[in-house]
C-alpha cells in the first residue's frame, strides 16, 4: 500500500507544504499519528504487524521512520520535538524504540536491530545534533577459536532528563540515569546508574557528579 497524505501548511513549520510519505508493505501494520507539525516526514515499512504511534503535539522535521521486519514498536511521546533531522531505523524483529513526552532532538540516528533489542528515552530529554543512539553493532564479532558471537545486541536505556550534547555516540547496553549530561563528543560504552553525572570523552567517564541541568541559559556572572 502507498499512501501520502499532504497537509496545509502550519506556522511551526515554516514551509508551504507538509508532506508524510507513508510506504506500507505487508499487513497488520498500524500508523497512528495525532496531527503532528511535519516537514518531510517519511514512514516506510516492509513486514508485519508493527505499530508506530506519534502522539499530539509533536513537531517532526525531516524524519525518517524505516522498519524492515515483524512486530516492531515505535511510540513517540506527547509534545516530542525533533527539529532539524533524524533517522529511525528498525531492522529484525519486535525491536522497540520508545521516546517519552516532551522530549528534544537536534539531529539524531536511533538504531535496533537484532530481535527483541530496544533504545527506551525518557521524558524531557534534550538531544543536541549529530547523535549515534544503537542498540545493536550491526555486524558480528565473533571468538576465533569457539565461532561464537561476542557482541550481541543490547537494550540502551536513557532515563528522563538527560541531557546528550553534541556529536556523541550512544553504545548497546548503555543505561545513563535521570539528571545526567553526556558532554559533547562523547563516546559511552558502559552504564552508569547514579542520578545527576557528568559523562564524558572516549570511552566515556563520570568528570562531575551530583549535578542537574537546565535548558534555559541562567546567567551566572548575573547571579549574587
Ligand atoms: C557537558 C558540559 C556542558 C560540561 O561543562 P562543565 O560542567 O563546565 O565541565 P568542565 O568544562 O568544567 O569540565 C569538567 C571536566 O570534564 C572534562 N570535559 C568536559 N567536557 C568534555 C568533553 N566533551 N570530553 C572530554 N572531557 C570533557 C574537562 O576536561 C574537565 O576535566 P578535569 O576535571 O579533569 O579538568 C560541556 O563539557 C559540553 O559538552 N558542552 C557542549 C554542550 C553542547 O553540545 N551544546 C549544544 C547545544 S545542546
Known sequence: MLRMIRRGCRALCGAS????DQRINGTGNTVQLANPESKNV???????????????DCVLKNVSISIQGNGHVCHIGKGCIFEEYAELCMEDQDGRIEIGDRSYFGSVKLSTAEPGSSIRIGQACLFAYDIDVRC????????ASTGKRINPARDVNIADHVWVAAHCIILKGVSIATHSVVAAGSVVTKSFEDDGVVIAGNPGRVVRENITWDAKRIIA????
Open 17 to 20: 507544504c507538509h508532506t508524510i
Open 42 to 56: 517519511k514512514i516506510a515499512i516492509t513486514g508485519d504487524n508493527n505499530r508506530v504511534t506519534v502522539e499530539p
Open 136 to 143: 545493536s553493532d550491526a555486524h558480528s564479532i565473533l571468538d
Open 221 to 224: 556572572r548575573d547571579s549574587p
